[in-house]
Structure formats: structure tokens, C-alpha cells
């Protein structure tokens, strides 16, 4: 399995960018798919998952209300739409994969991950 994320670049307090991963290889079947953000000096933070079904999804209480995490049926893609950013959203925005029908909120328990993209919120 591979994933790759895009979508991230240098944004301002407010905006709204979408980030994609593309999942490729063996399908995720029975998996699901989360984001994570690391920011310098810190660890690793879940933001959302998404089971590959679709049928249940979890959002980060930093991010609940702000950020919403979706699979496209049509392609191997999860979206992560950004909205009303803030400074303190500046990370490396990682997506990952697990063989799992449980969204799993530790990093630990991903086996499949992107390379990252960043996203630096800057005024």
C-alpha cells in the first residue's frame, strides 16, 4: 500500500485548502485512513480518520468544526478540507493507513504512511 498527500503550501489565517491523499497498491478494504500533523518541537498529532467504508468517521477536538475528512468512492482518495485556519494549524500534515476496521488516534497503530506536505499559515 502507498499513499501520497498533496495539497499543502503557504496559506493565510482564514483560508480554506483541501488536502488530498491517493492511496495506490492493495486496497485498503477493511482499513481506514487517518491524518496526522507534527509541528516543530512537537509530537505527532491525530487530526481526523475515516473508515474506507465511509461509514464512520472522527474529527480531532482541535480541529471539530474546522476540518472535515472525506473519502471519494469514485478514486482511491481522502480529502482533508481545511476551513478557517489558524496559526497554530502550521504542520506537516502526514496521511496514514491501517488494516483496521477502527479508527485507531495513535500513530503507533499506522503502518502505511505518505510522505507529508506542509502547510505553514502565515499572516
Known amino acids: 500500500v502507498q499513499l501520497q498527500a498533496s495539497g499543502g503550501g503557504l496559506v493565510q489565517p482564514g483560508d480554506s485548502p483541501r488536502l488530498s491523499c491517493t492511496v495506490s497498491?492493495?486496497?485498503?478494504?477493511?482499513?481506514?485512513i487517518a491524518w496526522f500533523r507534527q509541528a516543530p518541537g512537537k509530537e505527532r498529532e491525530f487530526v481526523a480518520g475515516i473508515l474506507w467504508s465511509g461509514r464512520n468517521r472522527y474529527h480531532s477536538d482541535s480541529v471539530k468544526g474546522r476540518f472535515t475528512i472525506s473519502r471519494d468512492n469514485t478514486d482511491n482518495t481522502v480529502w482533508l478540507q481545511m476551513n478557517s485556519l489558524k496559526l497554530e494549524d502550521t504542520a506537516v500534515y502526514y496521511c496514514?493507513?491501517?488494516?483496521?476496521?477502527?479508527?485507531?488516534?495513535?500513530?503507533?497503530?499506522?503502518?502505511?504512511w505518505g510522505q507529508g506536505t506542509q502547510v505553514t499559515v502565515s499572516s
Open positions: 497498491g492493495r486496497a485498503i478494504r477493511n482499513g481506514a
Open positions: 496514514a493507513g491501517r488494516d483496521s476496521t477502527r479508527i485507531a488516534t495513535r500513530s503507533d497503530e499506522y503502518v502505511y
